[in-house]
Nanobody
Framework: QVQLVESGGGLVQPGGSLRLPCAASASILSINLPGWYRQAPGKQRELVAAFTRAGSTNYADSVKGRFTISRDNAKNTLYLQMNSLKPEDTAVYYC???????????????WGQGTQVTVSS
């Protein structure tokens, strides 16, 4: 069952920008500790940006100053704003979160299906 859905990926030239939304399904009550990861061909999946338990944000050094993670609680949607894109940013991007489906119920970790971002001339 799909719980998180990324979109907004595509082909962009170096220096360009993209915004990736990750929308939770209507059945999800709340989202905790959302984050973005990416996996390039032949590489391990790595953390890009995430919210911490303290409510702050954490970014990979390679994207710091260029990417911004945000959320819209009313829409149950997570966003990744990507600016000044580089070819090295080419990867499949995944959102991740602990989701709650019923009141007072447990939280479970879910991954989105991923969206391809290609930075190339």
């Amino acid at each position: 069952q799909v719980q998180l859905v990324e979109s907004g990926g595509g082909l962009v030239q170096p220096g360009g920008s993209l915004r990736l939304p990750c929308a939770a399904s209507a059945s999800i009550l709340s989202i905790n500790l959302p984050g973005w990861y990416r996996q390039a061909p032949g590489k391990q999946r790595e953390l890009v940006a995430a919210f911490t338990r303290a409510g702050s944000t954490n970014y990979a050094d390679s994207v710091k100053g260029r990417f911004t993670i945000s959320r819209d609680n009313a829409k149950n949607t997570l966003y990744l704003q990507m600016n000044s894109l580089k070819p090295e940013d080419t990867a499949v991007y995944y959102c991740n979160a602990n989701v709650q489906r019923v009141v007072s119920g447990p939280f479970y970790k879910y991954w989105g299906q991923g969206t391809q971002v290609t930075v190339s001339s």
